[in-house]
Each structure stands twice: as structure tokens, then as C-alpha cells.
Nanobody
Framework: QVQLVESGGGLVQAGGSLRLSCAAS????????MGWFRQAPGKEREFVAA????????RYADSAKGRFTISRDNAKNTVYLQMNSLKPEDTAVYYC????????????????WGKGTLVTVSS
């Protein structure tokens, strides 16, 4: 059983930056592909970014390309999401998720979820 705990959310003005972290425990971290998803009020949870087990390849939603960067530190069992040039439409609860093995970009493909961290971007 893998436990995931997100941190780093908060209130930021449009154009600002935030760095989210997700600390994993209870499993062998480098066996899991990791992803970030988000859910805005009244909307479905959507894919944001994902990274393979080694960290050598990443995937991004179109909305995140060029602004967000996912990375991982397998020695620290942590995955990060650096978010720059934030927009009000980025406001959402951001969730970290883990999948044993290969990378996927769908929420249904993930095995474990954190409880989320709220990001609010003011205009």
C-alpha cells in the first residue's frame, strides 16, 4: 500500500509560481510512474502531468505544456510539480497519483491517490 501526501498549495496571484511536492511511502518508489491531476469545482478530475519511473520521460496536458514541469527525486521518494505563469483557470485541487509500472495519462489507470492540495490563483 502506497501513501501519498501532497504539499505546497496555496494562494498566488496570476502570473506567479508554486511548487507542489508529493511524498510517497509504503512502497518502492522507483517502481511507480507518477502523475499529477487536478479537479476544479464542478469539473471532472483531469490529467496534468506524468513522469516515468526513472524520471527520463514526461507527459503533459496541453494546458500545462510550457508552464509546468514535473520531476522526481527517487532518493527522496518525492515527485514535484513546478507551476509557472499561473492563471486563474489553474485554480483546483491538485492530486498526486501513482501507478505501478508504466506511465499513463488517465485517472482510471492510477493505483494510488493522495488527498490533494488546493491551489488558488487570483486575477
Amino acid at each position: 500500500q502506497v501513501q501519498l501526501v501532497e504539499s505546497g498549495g496555496g494562494l498566488v496571484q496570476a502570473g506567479g509560481s508554486l511548487r507542489l511536492s508529493c511524498a510517497a511511502s509504503g512502497g518502492t518508489f522507483n517502481r511507480y510512474a507518477m502523475g499529477w491531476f487536478r479537479q476544479a469545482p464542478g469539473k471532472e478530475r483531469e490529467f496534468v502531468a506524468a513522469i516515468i519511473r526513472s524520471g527520463g520521460s514526461t507527459r503533459y496536458a496541453d494546458s500545462a505544456k510550457g508552464r509546468f514541469t514535473i520531476s522526481r527525486d527517487n532518493a527522496k521518494n518525492t515527485v514535484y510539480l513546478q507551476m509557472n505563469s499561473l492563471k486563474p483557470e489553474d485554480t483546483a485541487v491538485y492530486y498526486c497519483a501513482a501507478r505501478f509500472g508504466t506511465i499513463v495519462v488517465t485517472k482510471d489507470g492510477m493505483d494510488y491517490w493522495g488527498k490533494g492540495t488546493l491551489v488558488t490563483v487570483s486575477s
